[in-house]
């Protein structure tokens, strides 16, 4: 594929994105972010959302924007906040959380210009459900995170200490019942992903 100039990947991330069925969003201050937030969840009538460890997550403060609004939420617990035992109890209540979800929101690691394409690892979600078993998925990401090719991201992700890595791709669609496309039977039949600009990080007044 031709290389993309570096001031044009998000455009041909939001453009690729949505070929495969995903919307696109920007925020530029946390007030832009919150609006996005209020919106895809008051549409999809949501009640239960489950979270990753993500940190930019825990950076914006999104659980606590969340049960302001009134909905239950169930977040996977820091690497470090846990004993063995703790952990155990604990991936096996947020399965059962994630599969009951209505939305599922995580960072990403990475997203891929070149096919719309959103890379998650265990390393920084910690668990990959929260992306995958809710039938709605929002994705939070960086600027810096962006990337062109797919070559790139493996590069990157070559010395990373993660057990695994999902590719997301547009919402989760078959055609294996009499040819006809259907969305949302094997994972998420919805798909946002969220440009979190660097200004929605700086404390209010500063």
């Known amino acids: 594929m031709p290389p993309i100039v570096p001031g044009e990947l998000l455009e041909k991330f939001e453009a690729e994105l949505a070929q495969v069925s995903g919307t696109a969003h920007r925020a530029s201050s946390l007030a832009d972010l919150e609006a996005i937030l209020g919106k895809i969840l008051s549409d999809a009538r949501a009640t239960c959302v489950v979270l990753s460890r993500n940190p930019l997550l825990a950076q914006l403060g999104v659980a606590k924007k969340l049960r ?35 939305v599922g929101i995580t960072g990403a690691d990475f997203a891929l210009a070149e096919t719309g394409s959103l890379v998650l690892t265990s390393l920084t979600e910690g668990s990959q459900l929260s992306s995958l078993a809710p039938p709605l998925h929002i ?47 094997h994972g998420p039949g919805e798909v946002h992903a969220i440009l979190v600009e660097d200004s929605c990080l700086v404390p209010a007044g500063s």
């Open 139 to 185: 994705a939070l990401f960086r600027p810096s995170q962006l990337v062109a090719s797919l070559d790139e991201v493996l590069s990157r992700l070559q010395p990373l200490p993660s057990r695994s890595a999902v590719f997301i791709t547009g919402t989760s669609r078959t055609a294996d019942i009499e040819q006809i496309l259907i969305r949302g039977v």
């Open 68 to 102: 302001a609004r009134g909905l239950t939420v169930s977040a996977w617990p820091a690497a470090s906040s846990a004993g063995p035992e703790d952990e155990v109890v604990g991936r096996s209540a947020f399965a059962a959380a994630c599969f009951a979800a209505t």
